[in-house]
């Protein structure tokens, strides 16, 4: 039972990197970061048109859960979705991150969207 659930994990890993990795494509961000911690927070942050030093933002615990909520919610409005799907990445990145990266909505981000 032990090697179905870590098998099961690691299945579940491997879909929400390949999200990332075709999130990050999307938006003409380099998808092999999805693979380094750290730099797929900062290029999740670039991808949602904040400034680097939102990466030390998400790092102060506690703050840190506002932070990532406005970096989710950013990021998709730049792929035309809304506060729900927001939450969505949030509450289950493993579902949300590959229909972002696999589907068919673009980035779209413009002088009116950068913050």
Same mark, same amino acid.
């Given at each position: 039972? *032990?090697?179905?659930? /870590?098998?099961?994990m690691? !299945? =579940? +890993?491997?879909?929400?990197?390949?999200?990332?990795?075709?999130?990050?494509?999307?938006?003409?961000?380099?998808?092999?970061?999805?693979?380094?911690?750290?730099y797929?927070?900062?290029?999740?942050?670039?991808?949602?048109?904040? @400034?680097?030093?939102? %990466? !030390?933002?998400?790092?102060?615990? %506690?703050?840190n859960?506002?932070?990532? %909520?406005? =970096?989710?919610?950013? /990021? @998709? *409005?730049? $792929?035309?979705?809304?506060?729900?799907?927001?939450?969505?990445l949030?509450?289950?990145?493993?579902?949300? $991150?590959?229909?972002?990266?696999?589907?068919?909505?673009?980035?779209?981000?413009g002088? +009116? *969207?950068? @913050?």
């Open positions: 039972m *032990r090697i179905v659930l /870590m098998l099961l690691f !299945l =579940v +890993e491997i879909v929400m990197i390949a999200g990332i990795w075709k999130t990050l494509q999307k938006a003409g961000k380099p998808g092999w970061g999805a693979l380094v911690p750290g797929n927070l900062y290029l999740l942050i670039k991808v949602a048109g904040l @400034s680097g030093i939102w %990466v !030390l933002y998400c790092l102060i615990p %506690v703050v859960i506002y932070f990532i %909520v406005m =970096v989710y919610i950013k /990021m @998709s *409005r730049n $792929f035309n979705m809304g506060i729900g799907y927001a939450l969505g949030l509450l289950l990145p493993f579902v949300f $991150f590959p229909i972002l990266g696999f589907g068919k909505v673009q980035y779209q981000v002088p +009116e *969207r950068a @913050s």
